[in-house]
């Protein structure tokens, strides 16, 4: 564990852990920060990747160009139950990930975890007034069957993107158990944070480790998102050839357009964040498909992060 800093020595019997990275909807990483701080769990060793970790642009402040903070990879407790709570702040491709999968994996290993929990967003044609559906995938059959026992629905097929699915496959070199659980979403909004999804995550994970999670906090950013969705979804009726039908949202062509669209503002955004001429570009297409409302807030903080 040579990139492991440990602040503060803990004492912790058979852990569990729970790890979590960014992704669609921002869905694993809020569910496990939130469960995380309602827990109040405590911060005892951080990871630190500044040796296999190079950043993909530089920061520009008044002219003057600097590089940007690494993301944080840090690690919390709580006692009961006993967990170890892994957080990121950004995913790592390569072999920066496969280094930092392997630093997790050793802290697990002197910790005795017996047991790891990740999360991650399910993209299906959905409106977000259906309730989420949870889905789970195990790296062995025993766990397997232990979710199906908390009434989680086994994914049959298919793959699970970046680190909160890969982690599976490593950990299962190491023997020791990990399962993900995924929260379904509408596919035309995984651009957007997505409280309801991260609300079943920690539903789910709530009854597995036996603890009462006030719902609180989640629930009125519910309230709040579902307005936006609303507004979201009649704009998408008007511009494509959808329908409804029992509830759903369905593209009478290949459910796919939406995807198209969001992800070319998504990418514009990204390409914003470096290169201020980029925004003129996002703006013309937000303006097109008469989106700029929607996304109002976060165009504007471009240009704060700019100052």
């Known amino acids: 564990m040579r990139n492991i800093k440990i602040y503060r020595r803990i004492n912790v019997k058979d852990p569990v852990m729970l790890a979590g990275w960014p992704g669609m909807g921002n869905v694993a990483l809020a569910a496990l920060d939130y469960l995380r701080k309602k827990m109040e769990a405590i911060n005892f060793a951080e990871i630190d990747i500044s040796e296999f970790s190079t950043p993909d642009a530089v920061v520009i402040e008044g002219g003057l160009a600097k590089l940007p903070q690494l993301p944080r990879n840090l690690f919390y407790y709580t006692k009961h139950p006993d967990l170890v709570i892994f957080e990121s702040e950004a995913q790592l491709g390569g072999k920066a990930g496969t280094i930092l999968m392997d630093e997790i994996l050793d802290l697990a290993r002197e910790f005795k975890v017996r047991r790891i929990y990740t999360a991650a967003a399910f993209p299906v044609p959905m409106s977000y007034r259906e309730a989420p559906r949870v889905y789970g995938v195990a790296n062995q059959k025993s766990l397997r069957n232990l979710l199906a026992h908390y009434r989680v629905r086994i994914m049959e097929g298919g793959q699970i993107s970046g680190l909160n699915g890969l982690l599976l496959g490593f950990a299962e070199k190491r023997g020791i158990e990990a399962g993900c659980l995924l929260a379904t979403l509408p596919s ?3 651009n957007f944070p997505n409280p309801k999804a991260s609300r079943a995550i920690v539903e789910v994970l709530g ?8 719902m609180g906090e989640l629930d009125l950013a519910i309230k709040e998102m579902d307005g936006k969705m609303a507004m979201i979804e009649e704009r998408i009726k008007e511009i494509f050839p959808l329908m409804e039908k029992e509830g759903e949202i369905v593209d009478l062509e290949k459910e796919k357009v939406p995807d198209y669209v969001m992800k070319k503002i998504e ?27 929607l996304y109002e807030d976060r165009f504007l903080d471009l240009f704060k992060e700019h100052q």
Do not use: C, P, S, T
């Not at 955004?269 to 996002?282: E, G, P, S, T, W």
């Open 188 to 190: 035309y909004a995984i």
């Open 267 to 293: 990418k514009l955004f990204q390409q914003a964040k470096v290169d201020r001429k980029k925004a003129y570009l996002l703006k013309e297409e937000l303006d097109r498909w008469e989106l700029y409302k």
């Open 207 to 214: 009854r597995m480790l036996n603890v009462r999670v006030d």
